[in-house]
C-alpha cells in the first residue's frame, strides 16, 4: 500500500515570502514524485516531477521541491511567492507493480499569497 | 496540440439518475484514468482504460463503469446516482499504460451535482 500525507490544508503566505508546502510518502516499493497545481475550476496541471537522478528539481516559474528516500518527503519549495501562485497544490507519488502503475494524491494545501 | 478535453463543464442531476461523462486524451496518448475529486479532498483513483479495456481499478462499487473507444476517447458512467457522488470527475491521459517516463494529464474536469 503506499500514501501521501499533505498535513498543511492552508498555508498563508506573504507576497515575496519564501514558502514551504510538505509532502512525506509511504511505500513499499520505489515510487516517482510530482507536485501538481490547481487553479479555481481548473484540473491539474503538473508542476514538477522527479523520476532518477539529482533529487533537487525545479519547475519554469521558480519552485523546486527535494526527494528525500532517509526521510520519505519530497517538500516544495519557492524562495519569493507571487500572487500568482496563489492555487491549491496536490503530491503525488506513482509506484509501478506486475506492469501495472498506482498513482496516489495527497489532500492537497492550498496556497494563499497575500498582498 | 490539444490538451484533455472533458464534456460537459457541468452537470446537474438527480438521485438515481444516470450520467456519462466524455473525455479525449491528448494528443498522441493512449491511456485515460479517471478520477474523483471530492470538495476539499484530493483525486481518488476510480479506474483506467489501455487498449479499450478497463486494467486498473480502485475503490469504486459496480456503479461506476467506462468505456475507452478505438480513438483512445472515453466515457465514465455512473448509475443509480447518490448524493456522495456529487464531485469533480477529472481525466487524466498518459502515453503508454506502463511508461514510467510519462506523467498523467489532466482536463479540466466535470463538476457533477447531485440533487
Known amino acids: 500500500a503506499q500514501s501521501v500525507t499533505q498535513l498543511d490544508s492552508q498555508v498563508p503566505v506573504f507576497e515575496e515570502a519564501p514558502v514551504e508546502l510538505r509532502c512525506n510518502y509511504s511505500s513499499s516499493v520505489s515510487v516517482y514524485l510530482f507536485w501538481y497545481v490547481q487553479y479555481p475550476n481548473q484540473g491539474l496541471q503538473l508542476l514538477l516531477k522527479y523520476l532518477s537522478g539529482s533529487t533537487l528539481v525545479e519547475s519554469i516559474n521558480g519552485f523546486e521541491a527535494e526527494f528525500n528516500k532517509s526521510q520519505t518527503s519530497f517538500h516544495l519549495r519557492k524562495p519569493s511567492v507571487h500572487i500568482s501562485d496563489t492555487a491549491e497544490y496536490f503530491c503525488a507519488v506513482r509506484s509501478y507493480s506486475g506492469g501495472y502503475q498506482k498513482v496516489t494524491f495527497g489532500t492537497g494545501t492550498k496556497l494563499q499569497v497575500i498582498p | 496540440d490539444a490538451g484533455v478535453t472533458q464534456s460537459p463543464t457541468h452537470l446537474i442531476k438527480t438521485r438515481g439518475q444516470q450520467v456519462t461523462l466524455r473525455c479525449s486524451p491528448k494528443s498522441g496518448h493512449d491511456t485515460v484514468s479517471w478520477y474523483q475529486q471530492a470538495l476539499g479532498q484530493g483525486p481518488q483513483f476510480i479506474f483506467q482504460?489501455?487498449?479499450?479495456?478497463?486494467?486498473q481499478r480502485g475503490n469504486f462499487p459496480d456503479r461506476f463503469s467506462g468505456h475507452q473507444f478505438p480513438n483512445y476517447s472515453s466515457e465514465l458512467n455512473v448509475n443509480a446516482l447518490l448524493l456522495g457522488d456529487s464531485a469533480l470527475y477529472l481525466c487524466a491521459s498518459s502515453n503508454g499504460q506502463g511508461a514510467k517516463e510519462s506523467p498523467l494529464h489532466f482536463g479540466n474536469g466535470t463538476r457533477l451535482t447531485v440533487t
Open positions: 482504460y489501455y487498449e479499450e479495456e478497463e486494467r
